[in-house]
């Protein structure tokens, strides 16, 4: 999938193409100071919150829909598995979404054209869903792996859109990979019970993450072939993109980002 764009300084990797824009977005291009630099999008790291709204502008600026800024919904991101869901015009209806995410939300489900949507990263794992009458941003820490947070947001997905699970193509963003992921003896052997096949026991303790995503995905009826994991790696390619484990915890967010058109 790797199609990266440029625009004043901003790069994405996505596609503006179809119903549905959607892009990942890379560290650079922004306005943030160190450690934020340059493109932060988070607002809870300790950055200039006017730096994180200009970043934010510039971002919907380069995905081609800076005039629907003002219905941006960003989530508090709290590594749960609650998906929220988008689907009223109605500004008392947006106006609840807006409250309901503010409590905590990991995954956003969108049918309604006009509204984009932002979830924040550096070393989790985003993943965007797509289908023509709708798309879901999706952040899939450890925590929402196991839980099956991407999994669960393509059920939404479907049912809200009357899309076949197959039909759903899934877009898997940087995030930390299995490579560079050492967890605890303890945590690989719940993901060995949960994920048997994906994951094995044994001297190593990395996790991929990516691969318990696909799996889950794949229980969730989503063919493989519509899944597109380009391998983009937080750690080492950490001039691209923020990485909580390989800048000490001090450092921005990246972003996945969607509108309907």
């Keep these: 999938m790797e199609r990266r764009t440029y625009k004043n300084g901003v790069t994405l990797v996505g596609s503006s193409e179809g119903p549905v824009a959607f892009a990942f977005t890379e560290r650079t291009g922004g306005v943030s100071h160190p450690p934020f630099s340059s493109l932060n999008l988070g607002t809870h790291v300790g950055d200039d919150p006017a730096a994180v709204g200009e970043n934010r502008r510039l971002v919907l600026e380069a995905l081609g829909c800076e005039d629907a800024l003002c219905h941006l919904i960003v989530p508090n991101q709290v590594h749960g598995d609650h998906v929220a869901v988008v689907r009223s015009p109605d500004e008392e209806a947006l106006d609840a979404v ?45 925590k929402g792996t196991i839980a099956g947070i991407a999994a669960k947001a393509a059920r939404v997905l479907a049912q809200e859109t009357g899309a076949a ?96 058109r």
């Design 165 to 260: 699970p197959r039909e759903i193509r899934a877009y898997i963003g940087p995030h930390i990979t299995g490579a560079e992921y050492e967890v605890s003896t303890e945590l690989i052997e719940r993901f060995a019970e949960r994920f048997p096949g994906v994951v094995a026991l044994g001297p190593s303790r990395l996790l991929d993450l990516a691969a318990c995503i696909r799996a889950a995905l794949g229980e969730a009826g989503v063919s493989a072939e519509n899944v597109c994991d380009p391998d983009l790696s937080t750690v080492r390619e950490n001039d691209r993109f923020f990485s909580y484990r390989a800048e000490n915890g001090r450092c921005g967010r990246h972003g996945a980002v969607a509108i309907m």
């Design 98 to 142: 807006r409250a309901e995410v503010a409590d905590g939300a990991d995954a956003v489900v969108c049918t309604l054209p006009g509204v984009p949507v932002l979830l924040c990263f550096a070393d989790c794992v985003p993943v965007l869903l797509t289908c023509e009458r709708g798309f879901a941003v999706v952040h899939s820490g450890w």
